[in-house]
């Protein structure tokens, strides 16, 4: 292959590869990159799209910030001098330090222009003033008297009715510290972990209180968001999409598999074909790159956000924004439409590399599973490590992970693979991601 722009082949599909797994938040210089001392940017491109976040009323930007970790507050600045005017967090974020970064990031600046949504853990909290006094703690962090949206993480459909949350928002409300009402959720299938996102945010929806919905939708997984955004626009819901970019990570795929052979560990004859099946589809992603003769990876990333941003039931999209090239290549898509050379690579990525994407909120083998293991968590938390650079947080999550780990996988016949429908060697996926995970 001949060089371009300097890089050799090896170069190329390393570079790549990193940014498959998530242009802008790259793995190899990702957040430690942009609290290493990053130069800003001289001209960001500036937000170009504003659009009415449902019966909210608010003109939010389609580019949003939201991750599930901590943000440099100048990068976070240098977004919002851009236009970016929507936040999701959580008080979870890096234990509350994602929402210190906003309020840093928002000092001195006029309040109202933003729009700010975070979400409280609500399990074991009695009443509203448990609620409350939850909530002032992130406002403390926030440096603010009031947010935007307090979004809920419902269990189930029958939780969008908790009358704990509903109370202590419109209690709230009357005082002046919430604005409206939100739900958003991953899901779970597996027994006795929750039900699917769909199922739980057409509760939402159905229930009328709700005013904002985070959901899971991309280009490999379309169908479960699809209803929920349908739903959600026919009742003039403010929607935001989480998850928009699917993309992950491969280039070292080989070697992980190497390492996993060698750890001494018992390999199976089914273990075996699973990780051939994976080599398989690791070596179709590598050549995926040459048969569409990209340029760099941030191609497929931003054709990838397009496919998100061209669909107008869908209002911002959260993404992170730890280094200053992620505002840069974030802001470049905004307002961008998706030209039928992106759908054709997008489709294209589709057939070679979909196979290696365990899709966020799907679930629909966990019931297949004889140990309970809730294999799309899991994988998610896999997808907090490599694609959103949040390693310790992933791994924390996974050591917190109240159910059985994928370490069973080692030795089980890998039911789970057999009842995947779009072909993901989860199996050899999940035991790359416990030994990540656990860095076994
Ligand atoms: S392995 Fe397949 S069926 Fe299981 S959660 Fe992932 S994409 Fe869904
Ligand atoms: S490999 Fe086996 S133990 Fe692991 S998730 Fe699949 S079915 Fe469960």
């Known amino acids: 292959m001949s060089t371009r722009k300097g890089m050799d082949r090896r170069d190329f599909i390393k570079a790549s590869a990193a940014g498959l797994a998530g242009v802008g938040t790259t793995l190899a210089a990702g957040p430690a990159a942009a609290r290493g001392g990053q130069a800003a940017p001289e001209a960001a491109p500036k937000i170009r799209s504003y659009r009415e976040l449902g019966r909210t009323g608010f003109k939010v930007s389609d580019i949003g910030i939201g991750t599930s970790q901590t943000f440099p507050p100048e990068v976070l600045k240098a977004a919002l001098d851009a236009g970016v005017n929507y936040f999701d967090t959580s008080e979870g974020y890096g234990r509350g330090q994602a929402e210190s970064s906003i309020g840093e990031a928002i000092k001195g600046r006029d309040r109202k222009s933003f729009f700010i949504t975070t979400k409280l853990r609500l399990d074991g909290l009695a009443d509203a003033a448990a609620v409350e006094a939850r909530l002032d703690q992130s406002l403390a962090r926030l440096q603010t008297d009031y947010v935007d949206c307090l979004l809920m993480n419902p269990p189930s459909a029958a939780s969008v009715k ?123 992603a590598e050549s995926f790159i040459q048969k569409n003769g990209l340029e760099t990876p941030a191609e497929v990333k931003a054709a990838a956000l397009k496919f998100v941003l061209a669909d107008l039931r869908v209002h911002t999209l959260n993404l992170a924004f730890n280094t200053f090239e992620d505002v840069q290549s974030s802001l470049a898509l905004s307002g961008a439409g998706l030209s039928g050379g992106e759908k054709g690579l997008l489709a294209s990525y589709e057939r070679d590399c979909g196979p290696l994407y365990c899709r966020h909120a799907c679930g629909l083998c966990e019931p297949s599973c004889p140990h309970g293991v809730p294999v799309n968590t899991i994988m998610r938390y896999n997808h907090y490590f490599e694609a959103q650079g949040s390693e310790r947080y992933a791994m924390a999550e996974y050591a917190a992970l109240e159910a059985a780990h994928a370490d069973n996988c080692r030795t089980c016949q890998g039911f789970c693979e057999a009842a995947c429908p779009y072909g993901v060697p989860v199996r050899t996926l999940l035991c790359l991601a416990h030994s990540q995970l656990t860095l076994s």
């Open 162 to 284: 908790d009358e704990v949350y509903h109370q202590a928002v419109a209690e709230l409300k009357k005082k002046g510290k919430v604005r409206f009402t939100g739900a958003g959720t991953h899901g779970s299938r597996t027994p006795g972990r929750g039900e699917p996102m769909e199922d739980i945010l057409l509760a939402a929806v159905e229930d009328g209180r709700f005013d904002v919905l985070l959901v899971v939708y991309n280009f490999l997984q379309r169908e479960p968001g699809d209803k929920v955004l349908e739903a959600a626009s026919k009742k003039g819901l403010g929607v935001t999409i989480m998850k928009s970019n699917p993309l992950g990570r491969y280039y070292d795929t080989m070697s992980r598999i190497e390492r996993l052979k060698k750890d001494g560990q018992p390999i199976d004859e089914r273990l075996q074909k699973s990780m051939a099946q994976m080599a398989e589809t690791a070596k179709q």
